[in-house]
């Protein structure tokens, strides 16, 4: 979600496609400086919470002075990103600069390059885990293959020349191949169980599927994240956000 002139909105895509050429990218454009932009702002997330057609959504700005920046202070804006389901990144201003909807968004980034970081997962780093593997597994075939051809060089010396002799060691070397071929196999199946564990471990560490377990994230009346029941209070009103959707509870009682 961004103005679809800005820089920033470039940055973004070019961060993208560089670490991941397969993801797709929806744009909600909306101004982002200007007298009244703050609801047209809220308006574009509200309008990407209702499509939900995305796994993240960056909120996206370049810096600029504080006046240029007020819009995303603005509590339309705050409510818009606390309602949306969708996990939020905001990418507002440089690394120095801070909003509000810093602290409302799900994650906050220094800059929107640092967003678009921080959405996708980096395809080269896994190109590079995958080429490592492959590296392995080749070293370790060639010195077993290097191992069993010095066993068959030593079984050659040993031959002698009846025929029969010539049969049985041939037999045998039929035998290590074959032992040889069982070894490739499971050492690709090991390989290739590896590679599944590491594809779950990145499905792991989308923040969607963190809600999709069974947590929720509980909010207190200011947006504010409960953490601790030292911040809460018998009759205050939270807001619970879920997997699918959000509740408005009231506090009966405290445990520490």
Known sequence: MTSPDAAALRDVLTTLKRRNPSIEIIIYPT?????????????????????????????????????????FNEEVVARAIDECSIPTISGVGHETDFTICDFVADLRAATPTAAAELACTDMSSL??????????????????????????DYLARRLISPQQEISNRLQKVQQLAH????????????????LLHLSA???????????????????????????????????ALVNISLCAGHANASIKSVSK
């Open 179 to 194: 032992r040889l071929n069982l070894s490739m196999e499971r050492q690709i199946a090991s390989y290739q169980q590896h």
């Open 201 to 235: 471990g990145l499905e792991q560490l989308n923040p969607h599927n963190v809600l999709a377990r069974g947590y929720a994230m509980v909010e207190n009346e200011q947006g504010q994240l409960v953490t601790s029941t030292d911040q809460l209070k018998i009759g």
């Open 31 to 71: 101004p982002v400086q200007g007298k009244g932009v703050a609801r047209l702002i809220a308006n574009a997330i509200h309008t990407a919470n209702l499509r939900n057609e995305v796994d993240t959504l960056i909120i996206c700005r370049g810096g600029g002075s504080l006046e240029d920046l007020w819009q």
């Open 127 to 152: 190109k590079s885990q995958l080429l490592h593997l492959q590296k392995q597994l080749s070293k370790q075939i060639e010195t077993h293959l290097l191992q069993q051809a010095q066993k068959l």
